[in-house]
């Protein structure tokens, strides 16, 4: 197992707060965890592809195949799950 | 010499460097030349070496690409379009689908990715082409067209909508229900098999469906033509490179008015328009190409900035070359020519300049505003 700070535990806490600090630098606004990204029109694109990048360098992971799918980027809390989901998989 | 493209980059040159011309006039790339590269893994040469890549990183990928875009901006567009299936396989597939697709594409098969449609260019949200899940089949229905690489493709990747969203197929060219038309007369890349592909309630089994699902079909889109666009701009800055080196040494050797034409300074004007045109193209395309590589999030707008500098560049850099050599590049086959056909698609290919600067504008309103 790898021992860069990518693999150290994170908690929901540590990856919500990254989260929500990428959205607000990228929007300059303040974001709810539950907030429906798309729906609201905050993420284009473009930054949706950004923040699949985003999440697989701040938190060492790869999200490919079924797991790229809409419902796990909607929202803050959505991806958190994601994360947390995936990081403990690769540690298995 | 020691880069890890090296190996890669001679065996290019070696097949193409005194062919390409005659490529470019017949509009045809010899079968043995497309499989050759196919197997050494060269057409898509970041596709990791546990499925029979090479595991090049985007850099050195883009400098692999830039070498053959010296060479044959057709033989380029097939690396483009295959390094592309071979990313939307390993971004979007399962890791059976990985394995069995992309062993494939380093195994001799070639793929075209199919985005445009009849009423669906730049307006993607237009598409027609429909994907439907039919208990263990996906059925494939609707039209594209411009295909590259569609008419020597042994695997077409499909981008459809799905369930209300989009998905990506990987449909077999011999499928019963494909039918390929090759674009006759292409206006540039004439060699690189530029089809229009129809597909008539083609019916696979529903393994072919990358991933098995659905995602917004801009999203989609973006991920899978952000290698594409890398690409391109890659082989624009090789292009430059070939109108470079092409004027440089016609304007040292050609004497008018009784000295060098690089004596003259309009001329010199041209020669430094075109080394700007290269290095900022290279210099656009590193550093989209290293975002890729440290999973950079700005990525998607580094690569739509490198694919519009890089393809402006070489559209105006090989009208400049052109100008310079005057007759002596006025004939079909010519590199200069030849670039000047091929830089023109570029600008209309992988995001037209339009469609690039409604990104790169709303990137200036985020950052800048």
């Given amino acids: 197992m790898s021992t860069t700070t990518n693999r150290e535990p994170v908690t929901a806490d540590a990856v919500r707060a990254d989260l929500l600090a990428f959205l607000e630098q990228r929007t300059k606004q303040a974001v709810d965890p539950d907030l429906d990204l798309f729906a609201s029109g905050l993420v284009s694109s473009m930054f949706a592809m950004e923040l699949v990048v985003h999440l697989e360098s701040a938190f060492g992971l790869t ?7 809409l419902d796990h980027f909607r929202t803050v809390t ?10 403990e998989t690769a540690d298995g | 010499m020691a880069e890890p493209y090296a190996e890669a980059a001679a065996l290019a040159t070696g097949l193409a460097a005194d062919a390409a011309a005659g490529w470019d006039l017949a509009g045809e790339l010899p079968r043995a030349v497309l499989r050759e590269l196919g ?4 057409l898509c040469a970041q596709v990791p070496p546990d499925h029979g890549g090479l595991g090049l990183s985007s850099v050195d990928n883009g400098e692999l690409t830039a070498h053959v875009g010296t060479l044959c901006g057709s033989l380029r567009s097939v690396l483009t379009s295959q390094g592309m299936a071979a990313w939307a396989v390993q971004r979007l597939g399962t890791a059976r689908q990985r394995a069995a ?3 494939a594409l ?3 098969a070639l793929a075209g990715v199919a985005f445009s449609e009849p009423g669906a260019g730049s307006d993607l949200a237009a598409m027609e082409t429909t994907l439907t899940v039919e208990g263990d089949e996906v059925v494939v229905d609707g039209a594209k067209v411009w295909v590259t690489v569609g008419a020597y493709a042994d695997l077409l990747v499909v981008i459809g909508k799905l369930a209300g969203q989009a998905g990506c197929v990987v449909v077999p060219a011999d499928a019963p229900g494909v039918r390929v038309t090759r674009v006759p007369d292409p206006l540039g890349c004439r060699a690189a098999g530029h089809a229009d592909v129809r597909f008539d ?11 098995g699902t659905a995602l917004p079909l801009g999203m989609l889109v973006t991920t899978v033509l952000t290698y594409g666009r890398i690409s391109v701009a890659w082989g624009c800055a090789g292009m430059l490179r070939t109108c470079l080196a092409e004027a440089a040494r016609h304007v040292s050797a050609r004497r008018q008015g009784g000295v060098a034409l690089s004596e003259h ?9 075109l080394y700007v045109a290269e290095r900022s193209a290279t210099l656009a395309c590193a550093r989209a190409s290293r975002c890729w590589d440290e999973g950079d999030p700005d990525l998607g707008g580094a690569a739509v900035l490198a694919k519009h500098v890089a393809a402006t560049g070489a559209a105006a850099g090989a009208a400049t070359a052109v100008q310079l050599l005057g007759s002596a590049g006025a004939r079909d086959g010519h590199p200069v020519a030849r670039a000047y056909r091929d830089a023109k698609l570029m600008e209309i290919i992988e995001g037209s300049n339009e469609i690039s600067e409604l990104v790169l504008a709303e990137e200036a309103l985020r950052t800048w505003a």
């Fill in chain 2, 39 to 42: 197997v050494k893994g060269v």
């Fill in chain 1, 78 to 87: 959505a991806m958190t799950a994601l994360v947390l989901r995936l990081r």
């Fill in chain 2, 106 to 108: 380093t195994g001799g």
């Fill in chain 2, 201 to 211: 309630r083609v019916r696979l089994p529903a393994d072919a469906l990358l991933g």
């Fill in chain 2, 101 to 103: 697709h992309l062993t």
């Fill in chain 1, 63 to 69: 999200i490919g195949g079924p797991d790229l799918k």
């Fill in chain 2, 265 to 273: 300074q309009l001329v010199r004007r041209h020669l430094a328009g």
